[in-house]
């Protein structure tokens, strides 16, 4: 091999090289744009967890907001019920009173009737007495001027 066959080697080795270099340049340039899009997409992706765990926390915020006014209702519905059943106790003790008052009320109409009935009794006799007392008066003046005369 003479020289100038070395040096063309050399010089295509060299230009083989030189297009090998540039490809892996064009390749490099080619896997840093694939780098930079999927460090974008991370980025991306990253924004998009962060955004559903702030949702989920305002959504968790929500439903401890909701259990506890759900708390607060069943308090409320359970005083309520105690109420009733207080309310319904005391009706049941007003209904008692009133039939007891009901027949404490017949009882003194019934006692009045009499006591009605015995003063008409009463008066009704006294009546009697003062007729017979006149009847008697009469009779009694009647005999004196029939004695006076």
Do not use: P, W
């Not at 069943?74 to 319904?88: A, P, Q, W």
């Amino acid at each position: 091999m003479n020289t100038h066959q070395l040096l063309q080697d050399v010089i295509t080795q060299a230009d083989q090289m030189v297009k090998e270099l540039e490809m892996g340049r064009v390749m490099n340039r080619q896997l840093q744009e694939n780098l930079e899009a999927c460090r974008q997409e991370v980025k991306n992706t990253l924004d998009i967890v962060r955004a559903k765990e702030e949702e989920i926390l305002v959504k968790q915020s929500l439903i401890e907001k909701l259990q506890l006014s759900l708390q607060d209702r069943e308090h409320e519905i359970n005083r309520l019920k105690l109420e009733k059943t207080e309310v319904v106790r005391r009706k049941e003790e007003l209904e008692a009173n009133i039939e007891e008052l009901s027949k404490s009320y017949d009882e003194l109409k019934n006692d009045f009737d009499t006591l009605k009935n015995q003063m008409q009794s009463l008066r009704d006799e006294i009546e009697k007495a003062e007729k017979a007392k006149k009847s008697r008066h009469k009779k009694k003046s009647g005999d004196e001027e029939e004695s006076k005369s």
